[in-house]
């Protein structure tokens, strides 16, 4: 190719390339892409290397070199030529985002990160998107590892880049955000604190968060140490070097920036309590966990030892079909039988137990024969501190005759105590019944039990014996502030409620936002806002800001409150879609399913009074009857789709491609079940349904561009139903 020498040069270096070495051999890039481009990676990889021998310099085929040897998974080989790149050109800004790669491989996430943010450094205003590729991947690497803050800068950072197409750094982000294990006070970077005015200080200190601004990381670092051994104790300064920690990626240093803020006292007592929450879920160890261990019962008749189980009133034993289910890592033997251990006596002729009243299971007790490395036991694994003396005296009891070992001890989360099942014989009707009395369940059950937990940050104490304990109020409201940011508390009003009785901590005062200050609410605050004097548009983008963060209960809060006021009587007119948009947001986050099909129901009629197209809406319910055996609403939504929109090539091609991903059907439109209905059969898990935050109702709808058809079909008018020869 002819090569423009006033061009700058691919290596990545911003040298023109008549001023770079790479001038020799760059002539013959041409050659190399095309050959990419049609697909012949190796070939291309090799002819690099042939390059490379020829010209030692040619950093433009390492840069090349590197991004293939990430799209080929060549770990070792990528470290190897990030190497090389940085030996030839020490501060060139591909060269330093490919080590941050190899490093994310190699499990050196604070490393990889160092290495970007100095590949950031030297990109100056023109940022290579393969720098903004690695920032994903150091993300997701961050987040495996458990540092969710730095995880979240670094999405970010991809998804404000300009111009960088941040499908896959947004989906990141959403899942990450939307993930039940992530609480909500880690789902936003804590805002950086303005300093005093008039301090002397101060121009220093602005400085430091220009450079933290502009990406200058390591540098703002320095700064903001150096103002701390001068202004001591400056929540400016040490906000600062939180903001530093984080993107660097050091969850040690983040921890203790935000322990050292939280005693800050000229803070507000609810952020320093929020700030001590944050130390403590960034790592909860010896903080917010509890003791875990395992209880082993040996015995030397495996029969006696199972009849017994069988006849204690304190144990139920699962059934073949649910032992079958049962995990097991693999080259382990699977259990002879497995049963749950109860809190209580179990009433095996008790058919109408209320929630309430129903026994929990403490543990699952799993019971194995003799093998050649040991004897015949029951295991009991993961059972917190404050359980294990009753359980092992169960066990005791049914098997007098074994011998109850004790395995060490293991730090657990807080929130991991919190997996509680009712024991319950009577099978129910319906799935919509077991939903129901599984959430009524947990309602009365999680809060007081979370209570329950002795945590090392109230010395040993938990919640329910530190209460009076004046000398741990400040760390009983930190407990409760971390609570509040757990959704699955938050979306159980009674355990809530149940916390605060308990614990003797207030409630945090409601919010009420203005036009103004709607829009920097954060999603841990969403639990506590009061939504009465709020327009249809802010109300909107509350709830689609509350469910893009996982926050379902208060997206079902604001979505309830926009349809009320958007369909009142004497509500002025608008535009009826953002009332459509409130009964769509308010379907996918309610909990029960068989609410959602009601509000569903309600929001097709308001569709058709006011000539709205409802195609996400029958979606979502066919969805939902499928998630709860509902055989006759399936049929009925399959009826109502055909009616509605069976001349609808898009909304077909959905409904089969939804089929398809279901399991209901096969890619070739052949039925996977015999009998053509959906797969139904008692729960036994927390909710039988897709949780709200996992329903996919409402992501599609028939205004974007048609969803390929499963078979490859065009148009996809032809849809297969359940039944259908």
């Not at 207030?506 to 919010?511: A, H, K, Q, R, V």
């Amino acid at each position: 190719m002819s090569v423009d020498l006033y061009a700058v040069c691919p290596c990545g270096n911003g040298k023109k390339i008549k001023f770079c070495k790479c001038k020799e051999s760059v002539d013959q890039m041409d050659k190399v892409l095309t050959m990419i481009e049609g697909g012949q990676m190796v070939p291309g990889l090799d002819r690099l290397k042939s390059i490379l021998d020829e010209h030692p310099d040619a950093a433009w085929a390492l840069a090349i070199r590197g991004r293939l040897l990430l799209d080929l998974r060549e770990y070792e080989s990528l470290s190897e030529n990030a190497d090389r790149f940085i030996r030839l050109q020490p501060s060139n800004p591909l060269a330093l985002t490919q080590r941050a790669a190899a490093l994310v491989f190699n499990q050196d996430v604070q490393g990889a990160t160092d290495a970007l943010l100095e590949a950031l450094n030297e990109s100056g205003q023109e940022v290579d998107a393969f720098l903004m590729d690695v920032a994903l991947i150091v993300a997701m690497g961050l987040a495996q590892a458990g540092v969710i803050l730095s995880a979240r800068v670094y999405a970010l950072l991809a998804i404000s880049s300009q111009g960088y197409e941040a499908e896959q750094a947004n989906a990141f982000l959403s899942q990450m955000d939307t993930s039940p294990g992530v609480n909500h006070l880690l789902k936003s970077i804590p805002q950086l604190i303005e300093r005093p005015a008039d301090v002397p200080w101060g121009e220093r200190c602005d400085e430091a968060v220009g450079l933290l601004r502009s990406n200058r990381v390591l540098l703002a670092q320095d700064k903001f140490e150096s103002l701390r051994r001068s202004a001591p104790g400056q929540p400016a300064i040490l906000s600062g070097l939180l903001h530093c920690a984080v993107w660097r990626g050091n969850l040690e240093r983040q921890t203790e920036m935000a322990n050292q803020l939280s005693e800050v006292e000229s803070l507000d007592a609810i952020e320093r309590q929020r700030y001590r929450a944050i130390a403590g879920l960034l790592s909860p160890i010896g903080t917010l966990s509890i003791n875990s261990q395992t209880v082993r019962v040996e015995f030397e008749d495996i029969d006696q030892a199972e009849m017994a189980l069988i006849a204690s009133d304190r144990t139920e034993q699962l059934s073949a079909d649910r032992l079958s289910q049962i995990q097991v890592p693999e080259g382990e033997v699977r259990p002879r039988s497995a049963f749950f251990i109860s809190d209580q006596a179990i009433d095996s002729d008790a058919t109408d137990v209320a929630p309430a009243d129903c026994p929990a299971s403490l543990s699952l007790l799993t019971v194995y024969g003799r093998q050649t490395d040991r004897s015949a036991q029951a295991v009991a694994y993961d059972v917190t501190e404050d359980r294990v003396a009753e359980i092992r005296d169960v066990l005791m009891a049914a098997i007098p005759t074994g011998n109850a070992v004790l395995e060490d001890p293991q730090p657990i989360p807080m929130t991991f105590a919190l997996d509680d099942r009712p024991i319950r014989h009577s099978q129910p009707n319906s799935m919509a019944e077991l939903a129901k009395f599984n959430r009524d369940f947990a309602a009365t059950h999680d809060g007081k039990r979370v209570c329950q937990l002795p945590l090392p940050i109230l010395d040993g104490k938990s919640l329910a014996t530190a209460a009076d304990d004046d000398s741990l109020s400040f760390q009983r409201a930190v407990v409760v502030r971390v609570l509040e940011g757990h959704e699955r508390i938050i979306s159980l009003e009674q355990a809530l409620a149940d916390v605060y009785e308990i614990s003797k901590v207030d409630p945090l005062p409601m919010l009420e936002p203005t036009d103004e200050t709607v829009s920097d609410l954060l999603c841990a605050d969403f639990f506590r806002v009061n939504p009465d004097k709020l327009s249809p548009m802010q109300l909107y983008v509350l709830a689609s800001n509350a469910r893009s963060t996982g926050g379902m209960t208060a997206c079902n809060r604001f979505a309830k409150k926009l349809v009320e006021v958007a369909t009142a009587e004497d509500a002025p007119e608008g535009d009826p879609r953002i009332a459509m948009e409130g009964y769509v947001l308010s379907m996918l986050s309610t909990a029960e399913p068989s609410e959602s099909i009601e509000i569903g129901d309600k929001a097709i009629a308001y569709a058709k009074k006011n000539g709205l197209n409802h195609a996400t809406i029958l979606l979502s319910r066919l969805e939902l009857c499928l998630s709860m055996a509902d055989q006759d609403g399936f049929r009925q939504t399959i009826m109502d789709i055909e009616k509605d929109y069976g001349n609808d090539p898009t909304v077909m091609a959905r409904v089969q491609q939804l089929l398809v991903q279901l399991g209901i059907i096969r890619p070739d439109g052949s039925l996977r079940q015999q009998g053509g209905a959906p797969a139904g059969g008692p729960a036994t898990e927390f909710t039988p349904a897709a949780p709200p935050e996992q329903r996919g109702g409402g992501v599609w709808t028939p205004d974007q561009p048609n969803p390929p058809g499963p078979s490859g079909d065009e148009g996809g008018s032809k849809l297969w139903v359940p039944g259908m020869d």
